[in-house]
Nanobody, 120 residues
């Protein structure tokens, strides 16, 4: 499968902001719904969707991200972004990008992710 490379994470205090980026490996990125996933700290935790965006730019967020996160895409580069504001300690985790389908079938291989740590 095609590869993704995430970047932009770091250590911030509660209330701070981060802007995550995801570089895709092929132009067909433009045809896929995409999402940011978070893997919370701890053993054997699954990746959970925190934000999603359709090929035409329609966005949606989980309850935890509504009002604080903004997902965007640049199909020409191609890249996916996540603007995170008013960060909370519970936002801590490894953030990944990938496609999003109703069946769970992925269009890309998982990347390394980018670590986000929010201190109290």
């Amino acid at each position: 499968q095609a590869q993704l490379v995430e970047s932009g994470g770091g250590l911030v205090q509660a209330g701070g902001s981060l802007r995550l980026s995801c570089a895709a490996s092929r132009l067909t990125f433009a045809f896929y719904a995409m999402a940011w996933y978070r893997q919370a700290p701890g053993e054997q935790r699954e990746r959970e969707v925190v934000a999603k965006i359709s090929p035409l730019g329609v966005t949606n967020y989980t309850d935890s991200g509504t009002g604080r996160f903004t997902i965007a895409r640049d199909n020409a580069k191609p890249k996916l972004y996540l603007e995170m504001n008013s960060l909370k300690p519970e936002d801590t985790g490894i953030y990944y990008c990938n496609s999003l389908t109703g069946t769970g079938v992925l269009r890309f291989s998982w990347g390394q992710g980018t670590q986000v740590t929010v201190s109290p």
